[in-house]
T-cell receptor, first 115, second 113 residues
Framework: DTGVSQDPRHKITKRGQNVTFRCDPI?????LYWYRQTLGQGPEFLTY????????KSRLLSDRFSAERPKGSFSTLEIQRTEQGDSAMYLC?????????????FGQGTRLTVV | AQTVTQSQPEMSVQEAETVTLSCTYD???????LFWYKQPPSRQMILVIR??????QNATENRFSVNFQKAAKSFSLKISDSQLGDTAMYFC??????????FGKGTKLSVKP
């Protein structure tokens, strides 16, 4: 296993188009997180899954955003009707939640540019 | 609401010297964790060091150590014997039992030869 994988690495889209990103976590990890990072800022939490259940969503996650993890393995993040303000790096992370908090491993991210 | 503040946008250090990055936080959680993550240019974020808030002893990982002052809500990172490969953005983060992290804005560290 080579770690958390995200696809695509870069995406340029026109305003108003829909985009979908994919994240493949480390195989034995049951928790998966999505973050957004804009230039000069730290990552901001968007949502997370434990197995296939989406347990928490940030208020940053507007109605245009939807995330799924249908079989508790890979996850997708879809943005509908993209806006220029959606331009950012979208980071995925995964962790193995046992009885204690454990390290979250991050992917390399998908950089979205909305033109 | 949880907040994490990093007051040093940029820092530089000479190779082999020691540098300290500052971080303050605020959280309403009684059981929480603190982290320093490193993000090299165009590369993925990796964990440098973590501290469980219930532990009084400061965490240490090789050249990296923290100064955790719980009452002051301060969590600084000390890098000893700085190396060129330490050049990166460093993010302080806090996390609770749910696992989602709150990050600061980061400190850009440049190690100069």
């Amino acid at each position: 296993d080579t770690g958390v994988s995200q696809d695509p690495r870069h995406k340029i889209t026109k305003r108003g188009q829909n985009v979908t990103f994919r994240c493949d976590p480390i195989s034995e990890h049951n928790r998966l997180y999505w973050y957004r990072q804009t230039l000069g800022q730290g990552p901001e939490f968007l949502t997370y899954f434990q197995n296939e259940a989406q347990l928490e969503k940030s208020r940053l996650l507007s109605d245009r955003f939807s995330a799924e993890r249908p079989k508790g393995s890979f996850s997708t993040l879809e943005i509908q009707r993209t806006e220029q303000g959606d331009s950012a790096m979208y980071l995925c992370a995964s962790s193995s939640q046992q009885w204690d908090f454990t390290e979250a491993f991050f992917g390399q991210g998908t950089r979205l540019t909305v033109v | 609401a949880q907040t994490v503040t990093q007051s040093q946008p940029e820092m530089s250090v000479q190779e082999a010297e020691t540098v300290t990055l500052s971080c303050t936080y605020d959280t309403s959680e009684s059981n929480y964790y603190l982290f320093w993550y490193k993000q090299p240019p165009s590369r993925q974020m990796i964990l440098v060091i973590r501290q469980e808030a219930y532990k009084q002893q400061n965490a240490t990982e090789n050249r990296f150590s923290v100064n955790f002052q719980k009452a002051a809500k301060s969590f600084s990172l000390k890098i000893s014997d700085s190396q060129l490969g330490d050049t990166a953005m460093y993010f302080c983060a806090s996390g609770g039992s749910q696992g989602n992290l709150i990050f600061g804005k980061g400190t850009k560290l440049s190690v100069k030869p």
